[in-house]
């Protein structure tokens, strides 16, 4: 499970990648494949086409040999059908021995002159008599005898048929060993009708091989099939004889619908065929292709494979590289961008990677850093603001107080109260010229205890001695360094907000060295308080007769603004055992007055 | 998901097309068919495309029959011819065979003789009237007429008037004389000119046979098959005179066609006495216009022998296959009886055909220039019909090359009776 999940956000981290990873994968390899497939289909198509046209003359060629020969025969039959010593000595009966002997002689002087239209094809010459009379020439090439002659079936085929040049197929059990094709004609007398003789010549199947074997090779069969399928001549030797009925039926039909040729499957192979008919045979030559044999000649398909495979790899292998870091450096961009936020958006994002990624990475560099140069700006242009609001604050004095504390003095002077007066009087003035004094903004902590001496004096005339209020300072802190009027807020406080339950009650004001710090502690132990949470906010109610605009809540910001955030006050309170209040501040003295942070130069 | 299918779309379609690239083979096979099973288109073979098949283009342009087919013209040698229809007719196979062919009349006899049910008669088709009368004999056999005649074949004697001139003889000094009446001529121009007379092949009997013709005289006899060599006084005559043109030393030797026309076209000899079928090829010497006239063939010094023979001519055949009713109709409606289109073959081609009326066209009368303004056509036409008919037979060129050796042993001084009738056993043995 932590796998998958592992898995997933890996895969979304870098979906970018897989996308376009898988998108140039799929279309290299479809594209390769493609073109594999196409160009390998397209080049053995066009192969077998130029093949075939080639294989087609080349059957051309073949049937002119054929045709040669088959003239050959004509040319001699025709001579024999029109020779008169053929016709008489065939016809001839009851003929006494003197008579025989000359037309034997005669007849051969015949034949010899015939023979030679034929004789350079290697073909025999039989001519057949009724009256048991046979001249065959090249006796070789079938020693036959009369009698089976005579009743062999293509004599009585050739009988049936006297008006056609036949070409039979005589297998080899017969009379040789070797197969043979016999053209045959039947010599009849014209305007009788009567069948005087047959004329036969056989040509040994190895003969007629020649036509054609120039043309043959591995790959490509020659096969002459007759019209009841027998192949009777083939380059092949264990073929001839047997039955094709198949192939026959193919080559006709190739042959009737005038195709180039045909892609057949016939022997167990597949082969590419082709045909033509030989008329004046009645046969058809038929040219088997082994189209397998060829195409391994021509095409490797295994090899173009591997290499269409190798190059597929190879472009994978480039385009991963490649995509891995164009989008690597994006990825790493947009990594370093969503963690921005940990970094409050000061971090800017390395320059790494690609040119774009780069430039990417500089444009939002330099929009971070500008972001932050405003960001600084507000920044300053409010604590500026809050600062001198507080200044504007700090020179405020509530008008009621001076109306109030002279009303006090009025008091005591109709009550005759002289020397209170007095000493009321000049703790406001002196008080008063403190507090609105404009030179510094620091003042010892002697002059400061003497503001608040004065500031109690002036509220214990006014509210009665109810309240005590004990300071004790340290001397070693009589010359610190510390903002004005910066405890008066919290003796005003307990005055005003310490003592409504008790009446009376005492306010301690300590003011010590701290290690490096300045510490001031105002504590009394009036009614206390409900701590809820930061002082800072409503918790301490500011009144209306405040001495000057700066209350409780503004002391602690100004601290902070002044010194730093390790300074400031901490407020503890319970209920009904008075309240504690410590200011911590920088130590100075008043001649190694430290320069107050940046803040302060904006004062002026 | 879009995205997807778009892609799924651009592979689906890369793979039609890859499969569209091989799709469209054996689309435009077939076309010209041989096969003359369909009756939509007859064929028909021709030798010469200058002439015959020129004919026959011609020919389809002038039908003006109702019938609807295509004629396909195919060129063939004439050997290829001979030995297609041989090898094709023996075997009894009408596949590849022609609806019309066009066959030489030396030779019609043969076929008409060796494969009778392969020819499909005429006789109905055609008014044999029309026809001059030596080529019905030649085309018909045992009644039937088969051949559609063609071209004339008829022989004339064409003489240079310029060198008669000058060994004092006109153009009616040599009109209607006989051989040995050309011989004395001949010598006389040699003597003037120093010019032969004509030129002699010693391996083509054409000579001998325009000779014996004049007298209505052949190789065999009225049946066509048996041999008449021995007895023929025709033939006796005819070699007399071939051995006393040699004798008279008028003769220039030559060994083949282009020796022939070269001598006549160079001016060596003062005649060519020949079929008409020349009239091209003197007419290509154009520097020998108006120097030249034809006359009619000599003849032979014999009672009953004419002013007029033939040497060579062809007919047109329809063979026995689908669509002879097509082929019929063809041949009628255009060399069976259209007279224009003679005019146009005469016109276009120089064709002189042997169909009766056409001779009565304008075309037929028009006056060559180049033979002096003579009525060349007419005059052909005119002898044509006077050709006397035989029967060529079977066996022309197998007798004349029984009969080539004989003529040596002739010229080489045998007795002429005793060749001859060694000639007349070797063919009676070879031939029936």
């Known amino acids: 499970m932590k796998m998958k999940k592992k898995a997933f956000l890996v895969l979304r981290n870098n979906s970018l990648f897989v996308k376009m990873f898988l998108i140039m994968v799929l279309s290299i390899v479809a594209v390769s494949l493609l073109i594999t497939f196409s160009s390998i289909r397209m080049s053995s198509n066009l192969f077998m086409e130029t093949f075939s046209i080639s294989n087609t003359k080349a059957l051309e060629q073949i049937e002119i040999q054929f045709e040669d020969y088959s003239f050959a025969v004509v040319s001699a039959m025709n001579q024999v059908q029109n020779n008169g010593t053929i016709k008489r000595v065939l016809t001839q009966t009851d003929a006494t021995t003197i008579e025989t002997f000359r037309s034997y002689h005669d007849i051969s002087e015949q034949i010899e002159r015939i023979y030679p239209t034929v004789e350079s094809y290697d073909a025999n010459m039989i001519v057949l008599g009724n009256n048991e009379r046979l001249y065959n020439v090249n006796y070789s090439n079938w020693p036959v005898s009369w009698e089976v002659l005579r009743n062999h079936p293509i004599t009585e085929y050739t009988i049936n048929r006297p008006n056609t040049l036949l070409y039979q197929y005589l297998p080899s059990t017969s009379f040789t060993d070797e197969p043979m094709i016999v053209a045959t004609k039947a010599l009849m007398e014209r305007s ?82 082709m045909s033509q008919y030989l008329p004046t045979y009645n046969m058809y030559l038929v040219n088997l292709v082994d189209k397998n044999a060829v195409l391994d000649n021509l095409v490797n398909t295994k090899e173009i494979l591997l290499i269409s495979l190798g190059i597929v790899l190879l472009a994978v292998i480039v385009v991963f590289i490649i995509s891995r870091r164009m989008t690597n450096s994006i990825s ?128 214990q005339s006014r509210y009665g001695e109810g309240i005590k209020v004990n300071f004790f300072i340290s001397p070693d802190c009589l010359d610190c360094q510390l903002p004005k009027l910066i405890l008066q807020p919290f003796i005003e406080n307990a005055f005003f907000h310490a003592f409504n339950e008790k009446k009376e009650g005492f306010v301690q004001i300590l003011v010590s060295q701290k290690g490096e710090n300045l510490l001031c502690e105002i504590a009394d132990n009036g009614d206390g308080m409900e701590m809820k949470g930061d002082y800072t906010k409503e918790d301490i109610k500011e009144k209306r007769h405040l001495f000057s605009g700066i209350g409780i809540r503004n002391v602690h910001e100004r601290i902070q603004m002044l010194y730093g955030e390790e300074y400031g006050v901490e407020i503890t309170s319970n209920k009904g055992e008075g309240t504690k209040v410590k200011v911590e501040l920088p130590l100075q003295k008043t001649d190694t007055l430290v320069k107050p942070n940046k803040i302060t130069s904006f004062q002026e | 998901m879009k995205k997807f299918y778009l892609m799924l779309l651009l592979v689906v379609g890369m793979v039609v097309l890859a499969a569209c690239s091989s799709g469209d083979e054996e689309t435009s096979e077939g076309g010209g068919s041989e096969g003359s099973s369909s009756v939509d288109t007859i064929t028909a073979w021709a030798w010469d495309p200058a002439f015959n098949i020129a004919a026959l283009e011609n020919a389809k342009e002038a039908y003006n029959g109702d019938g609807e087919y295509e004629v396909e013209v195919i060129e063939n040698a004439q050997d290829d011819i001979i030995q297609k229809l041989n090898t094709g007719l023996s075997s009894g196979t009408t596949n590849g065979m022609p609806n019309i062919v066009l066959i030489e009349d030396y030779r019609a006899q043969s076929f008409l003789q060796a494969y009778p049910d392969a020819f499909h008669p005429l006789t109905d088709v055609i008014n044999s009237d029309d026809f001059a009368e030596y080529k019905i004999a030649t085309t018909s056999f045992e009644g039937e007429q088969y051949g559609l005649p063609f071209d004339s074949g008829v022989a004339a004697l064409y003489v240079r008037t310029d060198y008669l001139e000058e060994a004092g003889y006109t153009v009616e000094d040599v009109t209607n004389i006989t051989w040995d009446e050309y011989i004395e001529i001949g010598k006389d121009v040699k003597e003037a000119t120093g010019k032969n007379m004509l030129t002699l092949d010693p391996n083509d009997l054409a000579q001998v046979r325009m000779m014996i013709q004049t007298n209505g005289s052949w190789y065999v006899d009225e049946d066509g098959s048996t041999p008449n060599l021995a007895g023929n006084e025709s033939l006796e005559k005819a070699f007399e005179t071939y051995k006393e043109m040699m004798d008279a030393d008028i003769a220039k030797i030559v060994s083949d066609w282009s020796q022939f026309v070269g001598a006549f076209n160079s001016g060596d000899v003062a005649s060519v006495p020949t079929g008409n079928w020349i009239t091209p090829s003197v007419k290509q010497a154009a520097d020998q216009s108006g120097n030249w006239a034809v006359v009619p063939m000599p003849r032979l010094d014999m009672e009953g022998a004419v002013n007029s023979s033939n040497l060579g001519g062809s007919s047109w055949y329809v063979l026995n296959v689908d669509g002879k009713e097509q082929a019929a109709d063809f041949m009628l409606n255009t060399f069976g009886s259209n007279p ?93």
Do not use: C
Not at chain 1, 226 to 241: A, H, L
Not at chain 1, 453 to 459: A, E, G, R
Not at chain 2, 417 to 428: F, K, S, W
């Open chain 1, 192 to 273: 009788t009708g009567e069948i005087y003789g047959v004329l036969y010549f056989p040509i040994r199947e190895a003969q007629l091989k020649q036509f054609y074997e120039g043309y043959t090779s591995m790959e490509t069969e020659v096969l002459l099939v007759d019209e009841t399928g027998r192949i009777v001549s083939s380059n092949k030797e264990e073929m001839i004889g047997d039955e094709a009925i198949d192939v026959m039926a193919l080559a006709k039909e190739v042959e009737d619908e005038e195709l180039e040729f045909k892609d057949v499957h016939v022997f167990g192979k597949d082969y590419m065929l």
């Open chain 1, 332 to 459: 790493r961009l947009v990594k370093q961008i969503s963690a921005m936020a940990k970094h409050d958006f000061n971090m800017p994002v390395a320059e790494t990677g690609g040119y774009e990624a780069k430039k990417i990475a500089n444009a939002f560099n330099s929009m971070l850093s500008e972001l932050q140069e405003y960001v600084d700006l507000v920044v300053q242009a409010q604590q500026k603001q809050r600062s001198a609001e507080l200044m504007a604050l700090q020179h405020q004095i509530n008008p009621h107080f001076i109306y109030n504390t002279l009303a006090s003095i009025k008091f005591m002077i109709q009550q005759g109260k002289k020397e209170n007066a007095t000493d009321m009087i000049h703790a406001l003035i002196s008080l008063l010229q403190n507090a609105l004094s404009n030179v510094d903004q620091t003042i010892t902590v002697e002059q400061e205890i003497k503001d608040l001496k004065n500031y109690v004096l002036i509220n």
């Open chain 2, 340 to 432: 224009d289109l003679y005019q146009t073959l005469v016109e276009d081609i120089g064709a002189l055909g042997t169909y009766s009326p056409a001779a009565e066209g304008d075309a037929y009368a028009v006056e060559d220039e180049f033979f002096g303004g003579q009525q060349l056509l007419t005059d052909l036409s005119t002898w044509t019909d006077e050709i006397p008919a035989v029967n060529y037979g079977l066996h022309t060129y197998a007798i004349e090359d029984i009969l080539v050796t004989g003529m040596q042993d002739y010229l080489n001084g045998a007795e002429l009776t005793t060749v001859l009738e060694n000639v007349q056993g070797q063919a009676e043995a070879q031939l029936k």
